[in-house]
Antibody, heavy 119, light 110 residues
Framework: EVHLLESGGGLVQPGGSLRLSCAAS????????MSWVRQPPGKGLEWVSA????????HYADSVRGRFTISRDNSRNTLYLQMNSLRPEDTAVYYC????????????WGQGTLVTVSS | QSALTQPASVSGSPGQSITISCTGT?????????VSWYQQHPGKAPKLMVY???NRPSGVSNRFSGSKSGNTASLTISGLQAEDEADYYC??????????FGGGTKLTVL
């Protein structure tokens, strides 16, 4: 069974940094594109970033490009999101998701981790 | 890039059918067949209901169906049931190699 577990969320001041992790199990991690999607409290979903199975290609939403970095460690079956220069508008539940079936579809999600950016 | 346009809310009675629209542009919805629909209950992670316009993942009821015409995609739920009450989001791949979501539609089963 596919399982994704995010961690690393918390309270951070504006301008600060945070690194999220997503531990994957139940599938061949290196074979799948992985993505981050976020959801501000009481609001809709926003795609954040995606990374290919090898880690060689990454994509970012305009709202986070240049501030966030997605990466993965296939030996540890773990996806990461390094978030720098955080803003209050980055406050959200961050989900990791497996691209399956096919590209740009998410059939498996983690439970999410809450990031709060506030002074 | 602005979110795809969805109605804020729709409602229907048990047994009825409803349709939720999702309007984008030729650079996203109209340009590719990577349109998906997600169901989200309060406090839960989203669940994929339809992918690539009209395909259903294993385990999803055939009461859920998707279609697309031009720059507008649609999700139809037939035989409404109480458990269908949730938020629904569409998503579409874009020409910028990104994904864009709709603003979400709250479905109320009367």
């Amino acid at each position: 069974e596919v399982h994704l577990l995010e961690s690393g969320g918390g309270l951070v001041q504006p301008g600060g940094s945070l690194r999220l992790s997503c531990a994957a199990s139940g599938f061949t991690f290196s074979s799948y594109v992985m993505s981050w999607v976020r959801q501000p409290p009481g609001k809709g979903l926003e795609w954040v970033s995606a990374i290919t199975g090898s880690g060689g290609i990454t994509h970012y939403a305009d709202s986070v490009r240049g501030r966030f970095t997605i990466s993965r460690d296939n030996s540890r079956n773990t996806l990461y999101l390094q978030m720098n220069s955080l803003r209050p508008e980055d406050t959200a539940v961050y989900y990791c998701a497996q691209d399956q079936p096919g590209p740009w579809n998410y059939d498996c999600w983690g439970q999410g981790t809450l990031v709060t950016v506030s002074s | 890039q602005s979110a795809l346009t969805q109605p804020a809310s729709v409602s229907g009675s048990p047994g009825q059918s409803i349709t939720i629209s999702c309007t984008g542009t030729s650079s996203d919805v109209g340009g590719y067949n990577y349109v998906s629909w997600y169901q989200q209950h309060p406090g839960k992670a989203p669940k994929l209901m339809v992918y690539e316009v009209s395909n259903r993942p294993s385990g999803v009821s055939n009461r859920f169906s998707g279609s697309k015409s031009g720059n507008t995609a649609s999700l139809t739920i037939s035989g409404l049931q109480a458990e269908d009450e949730a938020d629904y989001y569409c998503s579409a791949y874009t020409s910028s190699n990104t994904l864009i979501f709709g603003g979400g539609t709250k479905l109320t089963v009367l």
